[in-house]
């Protein structure tokens, strides 16, 4: 009867985590961290705060496991998206397209590791270490996805670049255009490397320097 009860408990558990984190997602994403205490949290989810506590001892704990859900969702998604489509070249455009959509979505205010590394990442090494994972997961499947190109990693690193400058503007300036554009220069650099037979271009002739 014990083993019951306890077992019974498991998926009130799940269900009380799941209907705390969505609230803290939304509140922390569309306010910022600092701005929401767990006052709010606690009347968006409609759980007491004495259960809120019960299940995340600290408002950090419960920030981690909101960064750490959205790093899984946000990974999985994209995945998902590029794995549709069934060349190497295609499957790196893929990653454009898929952060316009991203970029379409409303309410859409940047990046939830950005945003949390620029709130908290001082005063906060587990943040700081959960925005840095991300950004190098991100980093090495990208570049993964370009070796399999036959280009080289130097290129999937510039890419990178270009993938988190339009995450950022596409957030100050309020419009999906950087993904577009973003994702005519990834094309314009993969051409370049390709013409080059996966050297590094030359690109100082390019500018005329």
């Known amino acids: ?44 989810s409609g759980l007491s705060l004495k259960r809120l506590y019960q299940l995340f001892p600290s ?35 893929a990653v454009f397209e898929w952060l316009h959509t991203w970029f379409s979505e409303p309410g859409y205010r940047g990046c939830a590791f950005i945003n ?18 991300h950004k190098q997961a991100f980093r090495d499947y990208l570049v993964a996805l370009v070796t399999a190109t036959g280009r080289p990693a130097a290129l999937g690193d510039q890419l990178v670049l270009l993938a988190e400058g339009a995450i950022t503007t596409a957030a100050i300036t309020g419009t999906s255009q950087p993904a577009t554009q973003a994702r005519d220069a990834a094309r314009l ?6 013409r080059d037979n996966g050297e590094r271009p030359d690109v100082s002739q390019q500018t005329g320097e």
Not at 189 to 194: E, G, I, T
């Open 1 to 44: 009867m014990v083993l019951q009860a306890r077992g019974a408990n498991v998926p009130d558990r799940e269900a009380a985590q799941d209907q705390a984190l969505k609230a803290a997602e939304e509140l922390f994403y569309s306010r910022g961290i600092q701005a929401v205490g767990m006052d709010a949290v606690r009347n968006a």
């Open 59 to 93: 408002k950090e704990a419960l920030v981690l496991e909101f960064l750490d859900r959205r790093d899984r969702r946000w990974r999985q998604a994209l995945a998902h998206y590029v794995d549709a489509r069934t060349t190497p070249e295609d499957q790196v455009v």
């Open 116 to 133: 949390s590394f620029g709130e908290l990442g001082g005063i906060s090494p587990e943040v700081a270490a959960r925005a840095r994972r």
């Open 189 to 194: 650099l993969m051409l370049a490397y390709s």
